[in-house]
């Protein structure tokens, strides 16, 4: 078993930035791919980024250029870096963690005002 604890949500104005992080603990050493997903009202849960073991990411096209994931595996605990935020940025994230099944954390409200 993994379990994933978020932190770093909140409300920020457009342009703003703010830093979420994701802790994992228990089974860690079966985690292959980490990664972050928002949901917003009335829509459907969707990947922000995503990132290997190896450090390799993957972005949705709508935040390449504004978000950065970065994995500290000493610390087993992934960032998500976002700036340039945007009022549809407004979601709640999700943490992920990807090892023979998917792990998710309980999710952190970002909310961006215009």
């Known amino acids: 078993q993994v379990q994933l604890v978020e932190s770093g949500g909140g409300l920020v104005q457009a342009g703003g930035s703010l830093r979420l992080s994701c802790a994992a603990s228990?089974?860690?050493?079966?985690?292959?791919?980490m990664g972050w997903y928002r949901q917003a009202p009335g829509k459907q849960r969707e990947l922000v980024a995503r990132?290997?073991?190896?450090?390799?990411?993957v972005y949705a096209d709508s935040v390449k250029g504004r978000f950065t994931i970065s994995r500290d595996n000493t610390k087993n605990t992934v960032y998500l870096q976002m700036n340039s935020l945007k009022p549809e940025d407004t979601a709640v994230y999700y943490c992920?963690?990807?090892?023979?099944?998917?792990?998710w954390g309980k999710g952190t409200l970002v909310t961006v005002s215009s």
């Open positions: 992920n963690a990807k090892s023979y099944m998917d792990y």
């Open positions: 228990g089974s860690i050493f079966s985690i292959n791919v």
């Open positions: 990132i290997t073991s190896g450090g390799s990411p």
